[in-house]
């Protein structure tokens, strides 16, 4: 006779300044790379976080790329399903993790080529990063044919950075 007894802690997210994320992974190295992009769009369609990719070698000396999406606690099955419906892979991993992340909001940057808009992060308060909005300079460098770092420079101008 035998008593086994398990400590664990709960699945559910938690109060405080970690938010509660699941993140959802899956190595595949026999899918063509073109629809890479797609599924991607569609992950971030359906309520992802964020995903990305990661070049990874697999069994047998294989390229391989691996798969991950950050969800909000709760949605990982409905992401899961996009990944089985969308890619070659026949399975996914998924665990939950906890994250900090800074406040955001956008502001509209007016500069002599014309507005961009700036993700403007802070904590507390205090502004800790500002970053223009690459889509909004592109448009910009290529309507003027101009280079993009150049529309960066006038961003930073007409926020007193430069």
Same mark, same amino acid.
């Given at each position: 006779?035998?008593?086994?007894?398990?400590?664990?802690?709960?699945?559910?997210?938690?109060?405080?300044?970690?938010?509660?994320?699941?993140?959802?992974?899956?190595?595949?190295?026999?899918?063509?790379?073109?629809?890479?992009?797609?599924?991607?769009?569609?992950?971030?369609?359906?309520?992802?976080?964020?995903?990305?990719?990661?070049?990874?070698?697999?069994?047998?000396?294989?390229?391989?790329?691996?798969?991950?999406?950050?969800?909000?606690?709760?949605?990982?099955?409905?992401?899961?399903?996009?990944?089985?419906?969308?890619?070659?892979? &026949?399975?996914?991993? &998924?665990?939950?993790?906890?994250?900090?992340?800074?406040?955001?909001?956008?502001?509209?940057?007016?500069?002599?080529?014309?507005?961009?808009?700036?993700?403007?992060?802070?904590?507390?308060?205090?502004?800790?990063?500002?970053?223009?909005?690459?889509?909004?300079?592109?448009?910009?460098?290529?309507?003027?044919? &101009?280079?993009?770092?150049?529309?960066?420079?006038?961003?930073?101008?007409?926020?007193?950075?430069?």
């Amino acid at each position: 006779n035998a008593l086994r007894v398990y400590l664990g802690e709960s699945c559910e997210p938690e109060t405080g300044s970690a938010e509660v994320v699941m993140v959802i992974e899956t190595n595949i190295d026999d899918m063509n790379p073109q629809l890479y992009e797609h599924v991607c769009e569609r992950l971030m369609e359906a309520g992802a976080l964020d995903t990305y990719l990661t070049q990874v070698v697999m069994k047998k000396g294989r390229p391989g790329v691996k798969l991950t999406i950050l969800s909000r606690f709760g949605e990982e099955a409905k992401l899961a399903d996009v990944v089985l419906r969308e890619t070659t892979s &026949i399975g996914v991993r &998924i665990r939950q993790e906890k994250r900090h992340t800074l406040e955001r909001k956008m502001i509209s940057v007016d500069t002599d080529l014309g507005s961009v808009r700036v993700k403007v992060s802070s904590r507390d308060g205090e502004v800790l990063n500002r970053m223009p909005e690459y889509e909004d300079c592109r448009k910009i460098a290529s309507s003027r044919n &101009i280079p993009l770092q150049d529309v960066y420079h006038a961003v930073e101008k007409a926020m007193g950075e430069g």
